[in-house]
């Protein structure tokens, strides 16, 4: 089914419509929502959110666009908003880091493979604090930088789906990386990892 | 080239944003410094975790849940006809009502009770024993019984 199609009986109410473009787009609004929220069970509400608003909304969208563009902006949008709602997350998400970088701890003590365990601490802590750098970035660098990296779109890409011109987005990246760098030097000078 | 500007330039080097020349001058720099080198690996680790996070496979229980999302909130629960009035107009004002009873009963509470004493007069004498029991009952007296 072209995309035209899945659209035209998106909007007569197929449910064979719906199920085919959820199918062919989940993986592309799930990594999208996972590279702004950085928790796969947040990412894949998140991603719920996009299709039921997908279902929704088909009937006012025009065919100007391409789908996955159209999924990008409802992607980012909800993804923005879940960050503004949930602001104290951000306490419980410590919280809940402490407790998983004690449970890897142990699981390094109980476990035969201790290098393999040393490992996945070493791989989870580097995690943590690139979460941490990426979200410590403006809204807008935020953005751009995780459409580019998460989904590898090319900056007239995302210059589409963010709406502005390709020599903005160019900047973005390059201020976004500049902060991002910065930050990982401090954590490299005081040995987070 | 300083280690300064390799660290500013570092990110870019790795993604291969540099133009050649500087690519290059960059990379005799790494060979012969340790401390660009530990970094560059450092940087290179931390930023490869990206790749690791993308997801490659799909939930199938997604749709299935999608769809019962879509389903329990296409219905709207059914809500009994006396709801919005309990809800909007008696409870706030059984509350508004509580509220100015207990500012009411509270006043009330506090007001002091007048007491008529113009008729009544006490000397002090009459007045003294009562106030200054230990006086007539000093306590040495209980401790050395």
Known sequence: MTEAEIIEKLQNGSEQAFKELVDKYQKLVVNTCFGMLHDKDDAEDVAQDVFIEVFRSVQSFRADSKISTWLY?????????????????????????????KNAIFE????????????????????????????????????????????????????????????????????????????LYTCYKKKCI | ??????HKNLIFFLEGDLPEKEEKQIEAHISSCNECSAFAQDLKKTLGIIEKEKTTETNPFF???????????????????????????????????????GIYTGFKIATPVQVNTASVHYTSEEIFPYLNEMQSEPIEGFLME
Not at chain 2, 1 to 6: H, L, N
Request: net charge positive; glycine share 0%.
């Open chain 2, 63 to 101: 749709y299935t849940r999608l769809k019962a999302r879509l389903e329990s909130q296409a219905e709207p629960a059914k809500v009994p006809f006396w709801k919005p009035v309990l809800v909007n107009i008696i409870q706030p004002v059984f509350f508004s009502i509580l509220l100015i009873a």
């Open chain 1, 73 to 101: 902006r409802i992607a980012v949008n909800r993804s923005l908003n879940f960050i503004r709602d949930n602001k104290k997350r951000k306490w419980f998400q410590s919280l809940d880091d402490t407790v998983k970088s």
């Open chain 1, 108 to 183: 390094k003590f109980t476990s035969g493979d201790s290098d393999d365990a040393d490992f996945n601490l070493e791989n989870n802590q580097r995690a943590n604090v690139l979460h941490e750098a990426i979200n410590s970035l403006p809204e807008n660098q935020k953005v751009a930088f995780s459409l580019n990296k998460y989904e590898d779109l090319s900056y007239k890409e995302i210059s589409e789906v963010m709406d502005l011109s390709v020599s903005s987005i160019e900047s973005l990246i390059h201020r976004a990386k500049k902060n991002l760098q910065k930050k």
């Open chain 2, 1 to 6: 080239m300083k280690c300064k500007t390799i």
